[in-house]
């Protein structure tokens, strides 16, 4: 069956950290580019990060910049998204989508998963 399938969401507190995976099966992930969305109740789904397929480089919004990373395990078939520093306006349903570039994958994805819920709060 060829899915994207997220994992390692969770109830965290402030200032604390979880890593996302974001694990192909039925496909090899290595060569696509991987986007992290997350869309918190009422609010629109904001782009997070992507890390290209074609050249390895990553772009990601401005308010994410040093608290998350993203990184690619191809033996695992997976796209990690590394989460530090957790504010409670963090708390959303993070999700990930994988296309042939990161312009697809925002908007025009091949493969995209269901989300996985991180919380975060005393």
């Known amino acids: 069956q060829v899915q994207l399938v997220e994992s390692g969401g969770g109830l965290v507190q402030p200032g604390g950290s979880l890593r996302l995976s974001c694990t192909a099966s039925?496909?090899?992930?290595?060569?696509?580019?991987v986007a992290w969305f997350r869309q918190a109740p009422g609010k629109e789904r904001e782009i997070l990060f992507c890390?290209?397929?074609?050249?390895?480089?990553?772009a990601y919004a401005d308010s994410m910049k040093g608290r998350f990373t993203i990184s690619r395990d191809n033996a695992k078939n997976t796209v990690h998204l590394q989460l530090n520093s957790l504010k409670p306006e963090d708390t959303a349903v993070y999700s990930c989508?994988?296309?042939?570039?990161?312009?697809?994958?925002?908007?025009?994805?091949?493969?995209w998963g269901q989300g996985t819920q991180v919380t975060v709060s005393s």
């Open positions: 039925g496909f090899a992930l290595d060569t696509y580019s």
């Open positions: 890390l290209s397929g074609l050249d390895g480089s990553t």
């Open positions: 989508a994988a296309s042939s570039s990161c312009s697809a994958a925002y908007y025009y994805p091949d493969y």
